[in-house]
Nanobody, 122 residues
Framework: QVQLVESGGGLVQAGGSLRLSCAASGRTFSSYHTGWFRQAPGGEREFVARISWSGSSVDYAHSVKDRFTISRDSAKNMVYLQMNSLKPEDTAVYYC???????????????WGQGTQVTVSS
């Protein structure tokens, strides 16, 4: 069993930065790939970034590539999402999730956090 808790969201002006954290509990977390997803009001949950269990592979949505950076600290059971050059269209609830498979599809993620709100003002 894996529990995930996100933090670090908030209100920021366009062009600003935030760092989201995902704290995991559960001894098997280190064997899971981890993804960040987001959901804007009225929208579907969409992929943002993912990192492999080892940290050796990362992947980003085109809309955030070169602005967001995903990383993990396996010793602390933490995954981070550094978000720079934020835009109003980045406004959403951000979720971290854990999966056994290297996946983009939300259906293949086994565990989810409760989400953290990110609001970017223009």
């Amino acid at each position: 069993q894996v529990q995930l808790v996100e933090s670090g969201g908030g209100l920021v002006q366009a062009g600003g930065s935030l760092r989201l954290s995902c704290a995991a509990s559960g001894r098997t977390f280190s064997s899971y790939h981890t993804g960040w997803f987001r959901q804007a009001p009225g929208g579907e949950r969409e992929f943002v970034a993912r990192i492999s269990w080892s940290g050796s592979s990362v992947d980003y949505a085109h809309s955030v590539k070169d602005r967001f950076t995903i990383s993990r600290d396996s010793a602390k059971n933490m995954v981070y999402l550094q978000m720079n050059s934020l835009k109003p269209e980045d406004t959403a609830v951000y979720y971290c999730a854990a999966a056994r498979t290297w996946a983009l599809n939300t259906n293949l993620y086994n565990y989810w956090g409760q989400g953290t709100q990110v609001t970017v003002s223009s």
